[in-house]
């Protein structure tokens, strides 16, 4: 109170530093960004709407296609402005580079971009409090490690008013980086070797955020289900065990993970879900081929075979399991096989560095693109059809948001569908079961059937 009373004075004399952080890429970014701006608000940081507003910017960047590396550059142009515009009135802006760009281009960034004042890698960002401390004296810090130490050891808890604001579904990082190899990947380069969290460290986090009113997790990792953390005795614990650990913690009604290598679906992960109720019955497995020559070449050691196989053996442990996956274009075959909830399909796009974009017979631009459009035709095509199928059916519903429309509320079924609904806003936050009665492009429509709980 007295603290929040200081702090309102102090913006009245307008001395609060704002902090805007924008995350790009993948789930893991926005956790990271989330934990940056943790690490921002205990350094006295409040959190910016806008970057126009913020003494501090940070870009949380991601590098997995061209097009999104080279999006940072141009952000980083309009920024350089920004950073202009407030220095000619008087205001001082940091712009930090965070993320998977920052890893893979570190002191390439101030080169291309000479505004901006710290660039720092995925695994050293606990470290930005003395970055920026330095960055005070000398622009142009870069620290691009991978440290020893274990950054969520050095990180803050995220505090229940920021926790309330990220609303009832978080993400927990479980596990990061990648021994995996793929061709086309520059995971393993960015984010570095495979690491699993300690047991108890996630465990803590989980508590916490079911305290504070989430009632969602979603486990989060580059290989997610090649988790293998210990616990306080020093017992290994696989996905499967941690899943069961999260889903005890009172509060915590659901429970995801993304992403998964089709390799590393053991026995006890399928089995987890046929007897863990409050594992969703969805699962992100990305195939990104439907052809054993592409796969084989693409370095994914399974063939399209091994990936139904789970498919099957995960529908026999859950029959109303859903599935989505990621493409690189683009073999068809697969898609009809498994009838996708969602998916994700791209072009495939050198990364400098990795294995396949050093070989011989790229395709070509235009032949990517009409690849990908049929593709994409198909893939929304088996969407629509599982929307279309939940129809009738009754769902359970975390209700996150307010809906579009006066007396609506939002949230999402265990398909990660959006779902729209009649009801008061007291159902935000809490399960409410959910008959689905109309479809419409990118949304469900249902009718509250149970109470809240
Ligand atoms: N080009 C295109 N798509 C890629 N992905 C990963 N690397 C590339 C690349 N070089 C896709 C994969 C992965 C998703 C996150 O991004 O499908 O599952
Ligand atoms: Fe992008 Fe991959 Fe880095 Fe996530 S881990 S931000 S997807 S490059």
Redo the contacts with the bound molecule.
Sequence with gaps: MFEDVRRVAAAARGETRRAFIKSFG?QMNVYDSQRMADLAALNGYAEASTAEDADLIVLNTCH??EKASEKIYSELGKLRGLKEDRRKAGRRTTLVVAGCVAQAEGDEILRRQPAVDVVVGPQSYHRLPELLAKAQDRPGVVDTDFPVEDKFSFLPAARNDAIARRGPAAFVTVQEGCDKFCS??VVPYTRGAEASRPVGAVIDEIARLASAGVREVTLIGQNVNAYHGLDGQGRAFGLADLIRAAAAEPGIRRVRYTTSHPNDMTDDLVAAHGDIEALAPYLHL?V?SGSDRILASMNRRHRVADYLDVVTRARAARPDIAFSS???VGYPGVVRAVGYASSYA????A?PGTPAAEMGSQIDEAVKIERLAALQALLEDRRQAFNQATVGRRLEVLFEKRGRHVGQVAGRSPYMQPVFAEGPTSLIGAMAEVEIVDVAPNSLRGRVVSPAS
Excluded: H, L, N, W
């Excluded at 791209?346 to 796009?349: A, E, L, R």
């Design positions: 993948c997995i296609r086309f990947c990305p990104q990621d493409f690189i791209f072009k495939y796009s990364r």
